[in-house]
């Protein structure tokens, strides 16, 4: 039973009623209506401990089985009005949903309610799921799982848990309904929550876990990599993963060095592959040799990362390597104008991270379980991304930057205010500084700190603070 691979394969189901809705107020009102309509005493408060079933097996309790899809009709339209108003989601329901997006999935609900009402109730309770199916219960709802692709499915009921097995799902249930955990587990379930406020941890550590498997997976096919290691989260949790993977002797570590490297990130990777205890190479790169890199368009990246894959493709071969590999993580990948994913995937760079569908959360949660010290590095892009578009890169503007970053960061912890992310953007007469926003004020108040900053006609502190790819604001 699988829980998805890469991001567009994650399709978690649940089921509706005592799972992510509590219409029971509702419910009690519309039975209360339907027995001063029939002349049926119903017993509300016993039917709304059986929540799960079909409408149909409930009212079989009340009324003899040629009357029941009569009032069933009845019930339902009478629902849409005591009812669907007043419903209310379960406890972190909302939250559950919200976890599923933020891993990337696709969100099913699959109930035994009428699906026009189950639509209502959730539009009501502000829950939004991609598809809706509706009056499935046990067997039929594997059906609906199977056909949408649903992975994981969540329910309260012991019918829930019949569906997800039928549907070839992990059954997770939840005994928020009339079943214990005891009863859940010996109808199927594979894992037993006691609420949803539990499922949001779950689901992340099952999403990792899933995604881990499928990095090893296409590490070991690739067999033996050269890592574009340039000392930031991704490339060095990559670094380690692939080590621990495919052992120290199949992977190599590549540090490029010029201009556009900071001299910190080059001790630092160094320090890293060290304590790793993997081959550490530092081949040059000649950026500045490329007319698009130097006039700095928009696309810049696509030169610089084809300079990196085109001194990379031959190291690998003269090492006896298989294949170079990138720290392209699944959201780089979604996150607009990338031009240099596409130079190093035009050279044959693989993307074993973006593979796996590893998001750069999930890197970072990785990284700690392995205890690297990245794994709440800041981004450190090249220093060439300071500088505004269509402004020429040249070593000395790099320097410049370089320098006053530098200086800054010494100058800001000399006077207790540390900064996590900080750059220097270089817009050719003038410098734009960008700190933690919560910093940004006090620094714009302190001439002496950004004094720091030297070597341009003037210094400015943009008051929104960070942002990573800043630059791009300024392009049409």
Same mark, same amino acid.
Request: aromatic share 4%; net charge negative.
């Given at each position: 039973?699988?829980?998805?691979?890469?991001?567009?394969?994650?399709?978690?189901?649940?089921?509706?009623?005592?799972?992510?809705?509590?219409?029971?107020?509702?419910?009690?009102?519309?039975?209360?209506?339907?027995?001063?309509?029939?002349?049926?005493?119903?017993?509300?408060?016993?039917?709304?401990?059986?929540?799960?079933?079909?409408?149909?097996?409930?009212?079989?309790?009340?009324?003899?089985? !040629?009357? &029941?899809?009569? /009032? #069933? $009709?009845?019930? @339902? %339209?009478?629902?849409? =009005?005591?009812? *669907?108003?007043?419903?209310?989601?379960?406890? !972190?329901? &909302?939250?559950? /949903? #919200? $976890?599923?997006? @933020? %891993?990337?999935?696709? =969100?099913?609900? *699959?109930?035994?309610?009428?699906?026009?009402?189950?639509?209502?109730?959730?539009?009501?309770?502000?829950?939004?799921?991609?598809?809706? =199916?509706?009056?499935?219960?046990?067997?039929?709802?594997?059906?609906?799982?199977?056909?949408?692709?649903?992975?994981?499915?969540?329910?309260?009921?012991?019918?829930?848990?019949?569906?997800?097995?039928?549907?070839?799902?992990?059954?997770?249930?939840?005994?928020?309904?009339?079943?214990?955990?005891?009863?859940?587990?010996?109808?199927?379930?594979?894992?037993?929550?006691?609420?949803?406020?539990?499922?949001?941890?779950?689901?992340?550590?099952?999403?990792?876990?899933?995604?881990?498997?499928?990095?090893?997976?296409?590490?070991?096919?690739?067999?033996?990599?050269?890592?574009?290691?340039?000392?930031?989260?991704?490339?060095?949790?990559?670094?380690?993963?692939?080590?621990?993977?495919?052992?120290?002797?199949?992977?190599?570590?590549?540090?490029?060095?010029?201009?556009?490297?900071?001299?910190?990130?080059?001790?630092?990777?160094?320090?890293?592959?060290?304590?790793?205890?993997?081959?550490?190479?530092?081949?040059?790169?000649?950026?500045?040799?490329?007319?698009?890199?130097?006039?700095?368009?928009?696309?810049?990246?696509?030169?610089?990362?084809?300079?990196?894959?085109?001194?990379?493709?031959?190291?690998?071969?003269?090492?006896?390597?298989?294949?170079?590999?990138?720290?392209?993580?699944?959201?780089?990948?979604?996150?607009?104008?990338?031009?240099?994913?596409?130079?190093?995937?035009?050279?044959?760079?693989?993307?074993?991270?973006?593979?796996?569908?590893?998001?750069?959360?999930?890197?970072?949660?990785?990284?700690?379980?392995?205890?690297?010290?990245?794994?709440?590095?800041?981004?450190?892009?090249?220093?060439?991304?300071?500088?505004?578009?269509?402004?020429?890169?040249?070593?000395?503007?790099?320097?410049?930057?370089?320098?006053?970053?530098?200086?800054?960061?010494?100058?800001?912890?000399?006077?207790?205010?540390?900064?996590?992310?900080?750059?220097?953007?270089?817009?050719?007469?003038?410098?734009?500084?960008?700190?933690?926003?919560?910093?940004?004020?006090?620094?714009?108040?302190?001439?002496?700190?950004?004094?720091?900053?030297?070597?341009?006609?003037?210094?400015?502190?943009?008051?929104?603070?960070?942002?990573?790819?800043?630059?791009?604001?300024?392009?049409?």
């Amino acid at each position: 039973m699988s829980a998805g691979g890469a991001s567009s394969s994650l399709v978690v189901g649940f089921d509706l009623d005592m799972t992510l809705l509590d219409a029971r107020r509702g419910i009690l009102a519309t039975f209360a209506e339907v027995s001063a309509r029939t002349g049926v005493a119903i017993g509300g408060e016993l039917a709304v401990t059986r929540l799960g079933p079909p409408l149909e097996h409930e009212l079989a309790h009340w009324f003899p089985a !040629d009357e &029941v899809d009569t /009032v #069933a $009709a009845l019930y @339902r %339209e009478l629902y849409a =009005v005591h009812a *669907v108003p007043v419903s209310e989601p379960m406890p !972190d329901a &909302v939250e559950a /949903v #919200a $976890a599923v997006r @933020r %891993e990337g999935g696709r =969100v099913v609900v *699959v109930t035994a309610k009428n699906e026009r009402l189950a639509r209502a109730s959730l539009a009501v309770i502000g829950i939004e799921p991609d598809v809706v =199916v509706g009056q499935r219960f046990a067997d039929t709802k594997g059906d609906a799982i199977r056909d949408h692709g649903v992975g994981i499915f969540v329910g309260d009921h012991e019918g829930d848990m019949i569906g997800a097995r039928a549907g070839g799902a992990l059954a997770v249930g939840l005994t928020t309904g009339p079943h214990d955990a005891g009863t859940l587990t010996a109808a199927g379930a594979d894992v037993v929550l006691g609420a949803l406020a539990d499922f949001p941890g779950w689901l992340a550590d099952r999403v990792l876990e899933t995604r881990l498997a499928a990095l090893t997976e296409r590490l070991r096919a690739l067999g033996s990599v050269l890592v574009a290691f340039s000392g930031g989260a991704d490339s060095a949790f990559l670094l380690a993963w692939a080590a621990r993977t495919l052992g120290a002797d199949a992977v190599v570590a590549a540090t490029a060095v010029s201009a556009s490297l900071p001299a910190g990130e080059l001790t630092a990777a160094r320090d890293f592959a060290e304590r790793l205890g993997v081959r550490h190479v530092l081949p040059a790169t000649d950026e500045q040799s490329r007319p698009g890199y130097r006039a700095n368009g928009p696309d810049r990246c696509y030169f610089c990362k084809a300079e990196l894959a085109d001194t990379l493709g031959p190291l690998a071969a003269e090492l006896g390597l298989g294949h170079v590999v990138t720290g392209t993580n699944a959201d780089d990948a979604v996150a607009g104008f990338r031009p240099g994913i596409q130079a190093a995937a035009e050279r044959g760079a693989a993307t074993p991270l973006l593979d796996a569908g590893l998001t750069k959360r999930q890197v970072r949660a990785a990284s700690r379980r392995l205890g690297l010290v990245t794994a709440d590095k800041p981004a450190a892009a090249c220093l060439a991304s300071r500088i505004a578009y269509g402004i020429e890169v040249t070593p000395s503007r790099l320097a410049r930057v370089e320098r006053a970053e530098t200086a800054l960061r010494a100058a800001l912890a000399d006077a207790g205010l540390e900064s996590r992310d900080l750059r220097v953007r270089d817009l050719g007469d003038r410098a734009r500084i960008e700190v933690d926003a919560r910093l940004a004020v006090t620094l714009a108040a302190r001439p002496d700190l950004m004094a720091a900053v030297d070597g341009f006609g003037g210094v400015e502190v943009d008051p929104r603070g960070f942002r990573s790819g800043s630059m791009n604001e300024l392009l049409p």
